[in-house]
């Protein structure tokens, strides 16, 4: 295997969500917004980028970089703005965009979940609730239908265990539950949603590949030698990062706080039920225990020098190539759905795709089986509770004219993705 060169048959995309992009939608976010739970009380996503409005243009754009796969969502709220009451003419634009993806010759990996729910959800079927799975069946029939004959990508989830930690055990996110019983029954609920997804999109054609985006971030213990951090890294490393892997592929779920707790879940269905393991890779963090709840802290550090990203996340590549080995275990194709840099001058987003594309060619050519990567992400976005301070885009958008202006990292993209040669930028 070349170590420089990515085979002709792997994918390079881009990735993207629904509310972070398309505009004009009203949600559980937006409501969210509106009661002044951002960072900045007064942001909001609004008109976002204008997507929905666009997508013809930037369409254009992610061809015009030689890229052939597109990650997107269909949007919940836009799509059943009521409960079972569907919108016709919403479905017919997602139908129309998913057929010229096609004729671009452009693999659509659509998102059936990406962090935003309908504002009826959680009044009538939150996470928690077994209300959810008939609401989410509805649902992801509709999606099945619109997508019917077309050759898509499924990932019924986006990051769960985010959506699960920020909303149902802390209450940064939508609902703002903050109660541990309710993540672990949503964990659980999300776990069978994934198997019931599956089996809505299988019945019309068996050949569509079904995965679901997992975040993984390296844990490291912010005191080295403490024996506390460590266990915390090590639990929340089982937890957060593979305890759902192993439901999807093994067939149970298993959360184990040593000396606290162990809970077992048999989830029917669930074994083999993933086509291919969708990765997003970030960053890593140092986690620190605390006496008092919630008995941990993490921060991001520097210790290579790197500088932190804008957002303020360690550069950590090696972490992403540590984690690509770690999920060998799976026996499952791996494509990495996300992975990318808040930088808001543009000028660090190529040595950034630079060092991580050279720790998935490494991992490959250590036998891990990674077929794809998607950046996020095209188009500057909606970067939730941080709303528009964040630039995680290929292209930069200016708000106030909704212009699209590429950053250096395009033609760098381009050149990787069309001659397959990993070179410096
Ligand atoms: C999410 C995206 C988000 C990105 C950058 C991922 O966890 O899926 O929606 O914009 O991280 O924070």
């Not at 019917?148 to 149902?168: I, R, S, W």
């Amino acid at each position: 295997m070349d170590a420089d060169r990515f085979p002709d048959d792997f994918l390079f995309g881009a990735a993207t969500s629904a509310y972070q992009l398309e505009g004009g939608i009203e949600n559980d976010w937006s409501a969210w917004e509106r009661a002044g739970k951002l960072k900045d009380p007064a942001a909001r996503c609004g008109p976002a980028v204008d997507h929905w409005n666009r997508f013809d243009e930037d369409l254009a754009l992610l061809t015009s970089l030689g890229l052939k796969g597109f990650r997107f969502s269909l949007e919940w709220a836009r799509l059943e703005p009521e409960p079972g009451r569907f919108d016709d003419a919403a479905a017919a634009r997602y139908r129309k965009n998913l057929e010229a993806m096609r004729q671009a010759g452009v693999t659509p990996v659509v998102t059936l979940h990406h962090f935003t729910h309908p504002t009826w959800f959680h009044a009538q079927a939150g996470w928690h609730t077994p209300a959810v799975l008939p609401a989410w069946e509805r649902w992801v029939r509709f999606c099945a239908q619109l997508c019917d004959g077309l050759e898509v990508v499924v990932c019924t989830l986006n990051e769960p265990l985010v959506l699960l930690a920020a909303g149902y055990l802390s209450k940064v996110f939508p609902p703002g539950l903050g109660d541990p019983r309710a993540t672990v029954a949503a964990l659980e609920n999300m776990a069978r949603a994934h198997v019931l997804a599956r089996a809505a999109f299988k019945e019309r054609n068996p050949a569509t590949k079904v995965g679901l985006a997992q975040h993984l971030m390296l844990f490291a213990a912010d005191r080295r030698w403490n024996p506390l951090d460590q266990a915390l890294s090590r639990v929340a490393d089982a937890a957060f990062n593979h305890a759902l892997l192993e439901a999807l592929t093994g067939g149970e779920l298993l959360l184990r706080v040593p000396g606290v707790t162990t809970l077992r879940r048999p989830i029917e269905g669930a074994k083999g039920s993933m086509d291919y393991l969708g990765l997003n890779y970030y960053t890593r963090g140092h986690l620190r225990f605390r006496p008092t709840p919630p008995f941990l802290e993490y921060v991001f550090r520097d210790p290579h020098g790197r500088g932190l990203t804008d957002i303020g996340w360690e550069v950590y590549p090696e972490g992403f190539g540590f984690l690509l080995r770690a999920c060998k275990r799976y026996g499952l194709p791996i494509w990495v759905l996300e992975n990318g840099i808040d930088d808001r001058s543009g000028q660090r987003r190529a040595g950034y795709l630079h060092q991580h594309l050279a720790e998935l060619l490494r991992a490959r050519a250590e036998g891990v089986d990674v077929r794809a990567y998607f950046h996020w992400s095209l188009l500057d976005n909606f970067e939730w509770l941080e709303a528009w301070g964040p630039r995680f885009g290929l292209f930069q958008v200016d708000r106030a004219t909704m212009r699209r202006s590429p950053t250096p990292a395009c033609e760098y993209f381009k050149r990787i993705a069309t001659s397959r040669m990993l070179t410096p930028p």
